[in-house]
């Protein structure tokens, strides 16, 4: 049997109105080399439908590799040209090692609180 | 040394996930701990990914993998059929510059590998088979 990579999507607004609208991919299997381009895909897709701010739910990935580092990367890149970002939201441990390992931690948001994350997206003015 | 020869014969990229495992299951079975269990498998998944993808094109190629493990240490060494590759000549890559938006970011996974294992070494044999062994140190 191969990797499975399982992706389910929700939005939240945060409890004040300036507050960002933000898409949470809760991802849960295998960030790996044959199922990040379903991250890519997935992220790709929501991006073009004008989103710009996701919150990315780690805390059900098993296992991630470098390809699903890029991945996240590169939808990091694309939400960066919306004007938006995207952070992450309790890694396991396995995406922690990888994160850590690679000082990716440094250059993403990380948090352990879903609300917490939601609201730091608001726009500093 | 323990040796167990983990795999030997053909794969594609299909085949990756359950070389993982097989490698997991056995590095386990020898009492290794968590840490260094996985992280040895990260390393199987990176070199992996990159001799299917690189070396083989996508296309299936023979590959070995075998597992030693003593008290001091575990190394894995996996032999494939592709163009020369030495990975101990790849220059290590910056990661400050991957997360730019300019940034391509190829050369991760080695990158990974390299910060994973405490030594790698490559050899190319007379008979066409890249020879590539990594080695974690058991604490």
Redesign the interface.
């Known amino acids: ?3 499975t990579l399982n992706i389910s999507i929700s939005t939240h607004q945060g409890d004040d109105k300036l507050t960002e609208t933000v898409t949470v991919l809760s991802l849960k299997g ?1 960030l ?3 199922t990040y381009k379903d991250l890519q895909a997935k992220a790709e897709e929501i991006i073009s439908e004008d989103t710009k701010n996701i919150l990315i739910d780690m805390s059900g990935l098993n ?1 991630i ?3 699903g ?2 991945a996240i ?2 939808t ?2 694309s939400t ?2 919306k004007g938006g970002s995207v952070k992450l939201l309790k890694p396991s441990e ?1 995406s922690q ?2 994160l850590k ?4 931690d440094q ?1 993403f948001e990380v948090f352990q609180d879903l609300d917490k994350a939601i609201d730091s997206f608001k726009p500093v003015h | 040394m323990d040796s167990i020869c983990i795999y030997s014969g053909e794969v594609d ?2 085949d ?3 070389l ?1 495992q097989h490698t997991e299951h056995a590095l386990k079975q020898r009492g290794l701990d968590d ?1 260094t269990c ?2 040895l ?2 390393v199987v ?2 070199w992996l ?1 990159n001799i ?2 690189y070396a083989y094109q996508g296309k299936k190629g023979e590959l070995e993998l075998k597992v030693d493990v003593n008290d001091s240490q575990a190394r894995i060494c996996i032999r494939d059929q592709g163009p020369e590759f030495n990975i101990t000549s790849v220059k290590a890559i910056q ?2 510059d ?2 730019s ?1 300019d940034a391509k ?1 190829g050369g ?2 080695i ?2 590998i390299r ?2 294992v405490d030594d790698l070494d490559y050899s190319r044999s007379e008979d066409g088979w890249n020879q590539s062994c990594f080695r974690r140190n058991i604490q």
């Open positions: 049997m191969g990797s295998e790996d080399s044959s296992f590799g470098s390809a580092l890029r990367h590169t990091s890149n960066k040209e396995a090692r990888v390992t690679l000082g990716f250059f | 990229i299909n990756i996930h359950d993982r840490d996985a992280s498998v990260i998944e990176e990914s299917v993808n990661i400050k991957v997360n938006p970011p991760l996974g990158e990974l910060r994973l």
